[in-house]
T-cell receptor
Framework: GQQLNQSPQSMFIQEGEDVSMNCTSSSIFNTWLWYKQDPGEGPVLLIALYKAGELTSNGRLTAQFGITRKDSFLNISASIPSDVGIYFCAGPRGAQKLVFGQGTRLTINP | SAVISQKPSRDICQRGTSLTIQCQVDSQVTMMFWYRQQPGQSLTLIATANQGSEATYESGFVIDKFPISRPNLTFSTLTVSNMSPEDSSIYLC????????????FGQGTRLTVV
């Protein structure tokens, strides 16, 4: 079945640094979604990508849909303490079901 | 986006017992989904719940263990039956972002600990 490989699994950075994480798939996706999960909460949708090559921003977040349709990356610029959490990529697997990457746990040192 | 409320937010249960988790949405949705997130892991789809029909379960999940109800377009329940410590997880309710939309929105989750 479809699997998403997300890396890195964890990141430890200083406040103010930029962050980059990516997701790859063994098969083609028509949509890429990026979510963030805070402790004790459900995932919250950050960015949705629908077109190969698409580059979309949401504040300090930027995500791109890879040209091959098998990968996507998420960048966070000038990180702040509230960026701490787990970031998941996700893609559709059949009728509106989603498959998720393993997650990237972001820790920020002030 | 829809507002999704789950109850309880957390519980500690004895092994062998069952827990029913409720999910309430503030708008009518066709499809509702139940996910499991084991400690430190990603999200795995348990089943899809459509109103008026039986839930569709993913490989590795069965109705006897995770019975689901979907009595109307704004509500669903997931029961975790005959619990064991391996069932300790976060259980998440999710709804589609709109008719035909790939995007999904999540409740805050139910953190279950089985002792």
């Amino acid at each position: 079945g479809q699997q998403l490989n997300q890396s890195p699994q964890s990141m430890f950075i200083q406040e103010g640094e930029d962050v980059s994480m990516n997701c790859t798939s063994s098969s083609i996706f028509n949509t890429w979604l990026w979510y963030k999960q805070d402790p004790g909460e459900g995932p919250v949708l950050l960015i949705a990508l629908y077109k190969a090559g698409e580059l979309t921003s949401n504040g300090r977040l930027t995500a791109q849909f890879g040209i091959t349709r098998k990968d996507s990356f998420l960048n966070i610029s000038a990180s702040i303490p509230s960026d701490v959490g787990i970031y998941f990529c996700a893609g559709p697997r059949g009728a509106q079901k989603l498959v998720f990457g393993q997650g990237t746990r972001l820790t920020i040192n002030p | 986006s829809a507002v999704i409320s789950q109850k309880p937010s957390r519980d500690i249960c004895q092994r062998g017992t069952s827990l029913t988790i409720q999910c309430q949405v503030d708008s009518q949705v066709t499809m509702m989904f139940w996910y499991r997130q084991q400690p430190g892991q990603s999200l795995t789809l348990i089943a899809t719940a459509n109103q008026g029909s039986e839930a569709t379960y993913e490989s590795g999940f069965v109705i006897d263990k995770f019975p689901i109800s979907r009595p109307n377009l704004t509500f669903s329940t997931l029961t975790v039956s005959n619990m064991s410590p391996e069932d300790s997880s976060i259980y998440l309710c999710s709804v589609e972002g709109g008719k035909g939309s790939t995007e999904a929105f999540f409740g805050q989750g139910t953190r279950l600990t089985v002792v």
